[in-house]
């Protein structure tokens, strides 16, 4: 396991993927509710994220390079569905 040194939270990985996931979304969840980008309390998905702009960002510095290059991917893999 590697650690980092920036604030954002770690994927960690412990073999089984479902757990890794689910840890690594509740910590990112719980790091955006306390920077005020995310507000639980609110009606939907969509206004619960303040500031998704930043925590989109966060997410992308928190993966690892192989994981970015991933999440590249699939978003050139999204759009492309969206145009045709």
Known sequence: MVTSNTPFP????????KHDIDIYTEDLRDYCVMQNWYESLKDTE???WTKPDK???????SLTP???????????????????
């Open 10 to 17: 770690c994927f960690k990985t412990t073999g089984d993927d």
């Open 46 to 48: 969509a206004q619960r």
């Open 55 to 61: 925590a989109i960002a966060c997410l992308r510095a």
């Open 66 to 84: 192989a994981a970015r290059a991933i999440y590249k991917y699939s978003l050139r893999l999204r759009i492309r569905r969206i145009l045709t």
